[in-house]
């Protein structure tokens, strides 16, 4: 996985957990509402930095942590398993996320 699918993820999850649609965080943050399609899509490979970043200052996500894996006063770095568990954690529905988390 790259690191633009991990971005990518992680922002998923943010939507998932905001009980917003994705279309009313883009709307919100002035992005096209067809952005998250076309990224999980590979119509868009790279998005534009603004984009994301608009989305994550939305969404609340530390920008620092989302693009490397450290908080601002840590030294913790994501390892690629740690990636992976994120991955399939995101790919379970939300009862079952709730469910491992219990």
């Known amino acids: 996985m790259n690191n633009s699918q991990i971005v990518l993820d992680i922002i998923m999850q ?3 957990k905001s009980g917003k649609t994705a279309k009313e965080c883009l709307i919100a943050c002035d992005i096209n509402t067809s952005f998250l399609t ?15 970043v608009k989305l994550a200052e939305y969404l609340d996500i530390d920008i620092n942590w989302l693009f490397t894996g450290k908080e601002k006063n840590s030294s913790a770095v994501f390892s690629a398993d740690e990636y992976k568990l994120l991955e399939c954690y995101n790919k379970l529905p939300p009862k079952e996320q709730q469910r491992l988390i219990g």
């Open 38 to 52: 076309d990224w999980k899509t590979k119509k868009i490979k790279t998005p534009s930095y603004d984009k994301i």
């Open 14 to 16: 943010y939507i998932s």
